[in-house]
């Protein structure tokens, strides 16, 4: 029966639990409902703007609305996706990013505390500077942009108004994307095709750890499943992926994982004057996960690219693989 889980006596119905996640149709969204769905709980998405079949539309900046989902849905567990992530964006449009990813997280954090939810928040690397790597969870945090420092009021109001919360912050995602422009990282390709007589240049200088949304997603279940056993699992959680590289490295092992050219892409070494700060190496210390066993093996960088952008490919035996 959908949604319900039969005890091992077989003799009494124990209902799935349930897990609402927001920002169901973005990247990291997407790939914490397949990985619960996965792993037999009662799914509720929801979307806005991209809102779509089987997922519900809310406007997570309406409190009235957030309050009245939560009330009818009454989940066990709510992971926050949803979030203006993308730091130029988030400059140029302030007020927009902060109302939801301040004020939507602060209404969340306060209904999930009424309605007894363990409430995960996903934060970010950018809310630490990047000059004295890595770093851990109690470290202190100094964003050095918009994007970074509205994330870090999204923490303390999640922790300021649910105690019992779990912040879970990552570094740049990528995944199973719709369009390759989804993420930063699978964005690369782009700049890969391009093997013309035109080079490319790409920031050397940004020190990164791609990190795949199927394993945060992962994470997050294994943290949902203890911390609904124990409540000492609240707090403050740092994971990603092991792989140290800039942009030009990233774009090179892409180019190698699919026996691309790669010496049309040149290594900028300084970051240009007009964009937006962003820290040189805010490698995050991963350890409380792990000591906790609540961790996963990331997925190395080579073989979970080459898996997100194979559809991307202009290979026909693929296409036919799949269609046929």
Not at 221 to 233: M, N, P, V
Not at 248 to 268: C, K, R, T, W
């Amino acid at each position: 029966m959908p949604g319900f889980q039969f005890s091992a006596s077989q003799e009494e119905v124990v209902p799935s639990p349930k897990v609402l996640v927001t920002g169901a149709t973005g990247l990291l969204g997407r790939a914490m409902c397949k990985e619960f769905q996965n792993g037999g709980w009662l799914v509720i998405g929801t979307g806005y703007r991209r809102a779509r079949p089987r997922l519900l539309r809310c406007d997570l900046t309406d409190e009235e609305a957030v309050r009245g989902l939560l009330h009818e849905y009454k989940p066990d567990v709510i992971v926050h996706c949803a979030a203006e992530r993308r730091p130029d964006v988030v400059e140029r449009h302030t007020e927009a990013a902060v109302n939801l990813n301040v004020h939507a997280t602060s209404t969340l954090a306060k209904e999930a505390a009424v309605c007894g939810a363990l409430f995960i928040y996903i934060s970010t690397d950018y809310v630490f500077d990047g000059r004295n790597p890595p770093y851990g969870e109690d470290d202190s945090p100094n964003p050095l942009n918009v994007y970074g420092r509205s994330k870090l009021e999204g923490e303390r109001e999640t922790l300021r108004h649910c105690p019992g919360a779990v912040v879970l912050r990552v570094p740049v995602l990528f995944g199973e994307v719709e369009s390759v422009a989804e993420s930063a990282v699978t964005s690369l390709w782009l700049k890969v095709q391009e093997a013309t007589e035109e080079s490319c240049t790409l920031d050397h200088c940004l020190q990164r750890f791609p990190t795949d949304a199927r394993d945060v997603a992962a994470v997050c279940r294994k943290l949902s499943e203890r911390a609904r056993q124990d409540s000492s699992i609240r707090g403050i959680f740092h994971f990603s992926g092991k792989e140290q590289m800039t942009k030009y490295e990233m774009a090179v092992a892409i180019a190698q994982s699919f026996s691309l050219p790669s010496n049309h892409l040149i290594p900028l070494t300084e970051q240009p004057a007009a964009s937006t700060l962003r820290p040189i190496n805010s490698q995050l210390n991963c350890s409380r996960l792990e000591l906790l066993n609540l961790s996963v093996e990331p997925r190395p960088f080579a073989s979970a690219i080459t898996d997100c952008l194979w559809p991307f490919t202009p290979d026909k035996r693929w296409r036919q693989t799949v269609f046929h």
